[in-house]
């Protein structure tokens, strides 16, 4: 699940972190711009790896920084497709079952990616496997409840830009606009359950 | 930025944890700021990960069970998937391992969860256990 992604920057180090060691300054710089953050398709930055090579720190007329090119490799968190991971329900909703693995979670399993046959109790908020017994036509229900561990399989990934792209069409700024800063989600992934031994693990434990 | 390669390599849960272990006892030292992006996503991974079986996995282990798995025959996805989420029966390695039936017969599955049993520290169980209960 975790993967390594080579990148390049021109770090800038200001005169008064002059005193540190420069891969110190740059690795602490380097962790600052991308820890947590998910970098457009290469996925959710999680730590600073290695600093591969450093080329000669420069500087610009009028600007005592040091610029220094940097090649380095972080760690990110990018699932392969196909992959199985495990993590835990955050919660249901008529579009599918929510999955957190506690330091990401836009992660969806659709309806048409339950097990089958599948329900949502509107009362209860939760998907329901109704797994057939066998036993003429019996059915025993298994509840998909918020906070038990599932095993899921990634079937889709998908990336966002979500970096201020200019102004919209003109007639965007109309109250309908109002509630524009609609939350955009950078990096989401589609997950599927239906195959036998996934799901919840206390399905497949017995 | 740059993306160069955005896959370089691939990483174990193991040993992405002992990165951040790392991480976390030098920050300690440093008293970087607490409320950084990176201390929150060194403590919410790091939480992800104990909860994992690569808790209690060491170097020596992931060296000898990836040994043990040459004679399989399996890609390379497929170990690191085996090695995060070691799998106690067959069922989880057909999920894990793609068209296990072609590929393995039944003793060759055995030998294989035998391996995983022997060889990694196991964990699980008693969870396992708990939730059903």
């Known amino acids: ?20 060691k420069l891969t110190d300054a740059i690795a602490e710089e380097l962790n600052k711009k991308l820890a947590n953050k998910v970098v457009l398709n290469v996925g959710l930055c999680i730590a600073l790896h290695d600093i591969i090579h450093m080329e000669d ?28 991971l495990v993590g835990k329900i955050r ?15 836009d992660i969806v399993i659709p309806p048409s990616a339950l097990q089958h046959p599948s329900r949502f109790d509107e009362t209860e908020q939760v998907w329901v496997w109704e797994y057939d017994t066998g036993a003429d036509g019996e059915k025993h229900d298994l509840f998909m409840d918020a906070g038990e561990p599932i095993r899921f399989r990634v079937t889709a990934e998908s990336f966002t830009e ?41 399905w497949w434990t017995s | ?33 607490r409320n950084s992006p990176l201390a929150t996503i060194i403590y919410e991974a790091t939480r992800y990960l104990q909860d994992s079986p690569c808790k209690l996995q060491t170097a020596e282990h992931v060296r000898t069970f990836l040994t043990a798995l040459k004679e399989f025959k399996l890609t390379k996805a497929e170990k690191l998937m085996l ?15 793609e068209e296990s039936e072609e590929r ?19 964990t699980q169980k008693e969870e396992e256990e708990d939730m059903d209960s």
């Open chain 2, 83 to 97: 090695l995060n989420n070691p799998p106690s029966t067959p069922l989880e390695i057909q999920v894990m391992v």
């Open chain 1, 1 to 20: 699940m975790f993967v390594l992604a080579e990148m390049k920057h021109v770090i800038r180090t200001p005169p008064w972190k002059f005193n540190v």
């Open chain 1, 91 to 105: 919660s249901c909703s008529s579009e599918g079952v929510h999955v957190t693995l506690g330091f990401f979670d």
């Open chain 2, 1 to 33: 930025m740059e993306t160069i390669n955005p896959n370089s390599a691939m990483l174990s849960n193991f040993e992405v944890l002992a990165l951040l272990q790392e991480l976390k006892s030098q920050q300690k030292k440093n008293r970087t700021a």
């Open chain 1, 162 to 202: 979500t970096s201020p792209s200019g102004p919209e069409t003109p007639d965007a700024t109309t109250p309908a606009d109002s509630a524009k800063p609609e939350h955009k989600i950078p990096y989401t992934l589609t997950g599927g359950i239906s195959e036998s031994g996934l799901g919840l693990l206390s």
């Open chain 1, 57 to 84: 720190s420069f500087i610009f007329p009028g600007d005592g920084a040091a610029h220094t090119k940097v090649r380095f490799r972080y760690v990110v968190f990018r699932p392969f497709l196909e992959e199985v």
């Open chain 2, 104 to 122: 393995f017969t039944e003793d060759e599955v055995e030998k294989l969860l035998q391996i995983i049993q022997e060889i990694l520290p196991v």
